[in-house]
């Protein structure tokens, strides 16, 4: 991956799809993951052998039947977990192996969510052939199919989420935040033209959504109380990718710092940010954790080219496992004993606890 001053999502998408589309498997583009095995046995009680090189047993690799990009995660339940990424790839898992679904179109979906098993809702970039972002899609499961959303955008949407069904927000590139009502897509003032790549909340009264500025170089973070968006003071230069809490006052930031390529965890203790590492970890893209002292994040280390996973137990960050040759992405579980982390390409693993 190229490092930058300033390391966009949309420029990831690219050297992502690059990769897919023709970069040699030791290409220096981006993190490169083994695509499935030919000879890959579908997954078993929710994993597949271990991959030999994992340091830690405890993850196993899954076989997904994809070579695609895979981004983000998020299931209703752990028979029904839904993977998004590139060539409008959705994947479903009912508890025993993966498969694919129809979404109906070729955009790289970014992030997926949903209010129950019937009522999810997916949202993406709309590429050139170049990889440059030309336009944003919206989606929407009803428990049968997927279909396509009016949501008038024109720009790259990266992060999903919702209070209810009738309470979602959607956010992309040139600060765009878009809100859905359960009857139409609607765009909201975010006072910004950052990057916006990740939301996430505790109520339709306190959602945080992050991302980056290029000039000057700010990690952002916006919060809304229900009537109007406001800045919050990051005290970092990275951008941030991800975002997750367990509380109101317990919210954590994921991101990367563009010139160092290292890694950035944020902690909001419900009055202000802080960082609670030095950025020693790698390139960090999602967060997620089933408690307030169960934290995952999931990153990649340029140097090496290895996927990492990172756990906190609420009062210590340390490594937690190493995949070489996966960049991973997204991260999301139904329990601390069923957790799923996604990369490229194709890459699932999955924690037993």
Known sequence: MKSSHFLTLAA????????????SANSAAVGVARAPDDDASPADDDTSPADDDNDDDSWTAMSSGTNA??????GS?????????????????????????????TATLSAVWGDAASDVF????LQDAGG???GGVTLHYDGASWSPMTSGTTTGLYGVWGSSGSDVFAVGNSGAIFHYDASSWTTMTSGTTAGLYGVWGTSASDVFVVGSENVPTTGVILHYDGSS???????TTASLYGVWGSSASNVFAAGANGTTMAGVILQYDGSSWSAVTNETTPVLWG?????????????????TDVGLIWHSDGSTWSPMANF??????GVWGSSAANVFAVGVPGAILHYGG
Do not use: H, K, R
Request: hydrophobic share 50%.
């Open 77 to 105: 339940s752990a028979t029904n977990v839904l993977v998004v990424g590139s060539a409008g790839a959705i994947l479903q898992f009912d508890g025993s192996s993966w498969s694919p679904m129809t979404s109906g179109t």
């Open 287 to 303: 967060v997620w954790g089933s408690s307030a002292s169960d934290i995952f994040v999931v990153g990649w280390d340029e140097a």
């Open 229 to 235: 968006w406001s800045s919050m003071a990051s005290g």
């Open 12 to 23: 990831l998408l690219g050297l992502g799809l690059a990769f897919l589309t023709g970069c």
């Open 132 to 134: 440059d972002a030309i």
């Open 69 to 74: 990009m895979l981004l983000f995660a998020w």
């Open 122 to 125: 997916a949202v993406g970039v």
């Open 324 to 329: 070489p040759n996966d960049n991973l992405f």
